[in-house]
């Protein structure tokens, strides 16, 4: 009788402890942090953000997962996503070397090409299609990138050979310093760089100009932890984003933020290249 009775408060706890185990393998933290006009995180506008918008169709259409949004500094979220760590980023770039770190899904929305941003008021001290690789080498001029961030396979090449002194761990840090003048240039998207200006109360105070060496658009997407359940959340996401990438409501996340002529241009790659993109 006391076997008995022994025995079913350790069925009990057994069960119980495997439905914890199966609820926090369940779960997925997003990293993000406040990047607008992609990740809003306060304000009028919070939450809708384009990474923002794309990340509720995952979270809707994903209800066998518990799904849970943490703000943290990029450098952390990819630390936690390399670690293994149940963690996931919706806005990431891939690269050769990170996908030796996580899993990568189908792309979720674009980057248009990249430029050289510099204060107005010292346009005139820059050619009118600078070449990137002549500012890194000039001594005289001070840029500053995200560490642990890709920013096209050409930039990164760019600042692997001429590596800048200055990091950041977040976009709004760098244009801070610019409208300072702590640096004299930075390499971002447009669209960043000058909404986050128009934020800190300098709109219209950034121009972005074109370089010579690069001018690809390049396309973001869900990196997950390289282990299996990382494969299992991935191959998830995919599944959601070949339902939904093609309808209209998809189209104007991913346009959400942008001028006519951005808009245009998104329209012109988005089925012939974002839809065909493994």
């Known amino acids: 009788m006391s076997f008995r009775v022994l025995r079913y408060p350790l069925s009990l706890l057994t069960f119980l402890l495997t439905c914890h185990a199966a609820v926090a393998g369940d779960q997925i933290t997003w990293g993000k942090y406040n990047v607008p006009p992609y990740m809003i995180r306060e304000g009028t506008w919070a939450h809708q953000g384009i990474f923002d918008q794309a990340l509720d169709v995952l979270k809707e259409q994903l209800p ?136 800190m109360g300098h709109g219209g105070e950034l121009v972005a100009i074109p370089m010579q060496e690069a001018d690809e658009v390049v396309f973001n997407r869900v990196m997950c932890a390289k282990n299996e359940w990382g494969r299992q959340v991935v191959e998830a996401v995919n599944k959601v984003l070949l339902a939904n990438r093609a309808k209209p409501f998809y189209r104007r996340i991913v346009e959400k933020w942008h001028d006519p002529e951005s808009v245009a241009e998104i329209r012109g790659i988005y089925d012939k290249v974002f839809l065909k993109m493994p």
């Open 64 to 199: 066998q997962y518990e799904h849970v949004e943490l703000d943290a500094p990029f450098p952390r979220i990819y630390s936690e996503i390399k670690k293994g760590s149940h963690w996931c980023f919706n806005g990431a770039l891939k690269t050769p070397q990170r996908e030796s770190e996580g899993y990568f899904s189908l792309p979720s929305s674009i980057f248009l090409p990249l430029r050289i941003i510099v204060r107005r008021d010292r346009l005139s001290q820059f050619p009118q299609r600078p070449s990137l690789e002549s500012l890194l080498k000039d001594h005289q001029l001070i840029t500053s990138v995200m560490r642990d961030r890709s920013y096209s396979p050409t930039v990164d090449r760019l600042l692997k050979t001429y590596p800048p002194k200055e990091n950041y761990s977040e976009q709004m840090e760098a244009v801070g310093m610019l409208l300072a003048g702590r640096i004299d240039f930075m390499v971002e998207l447009p669209l960043l760089a000058q909404d986050q200006a128009r934020v």
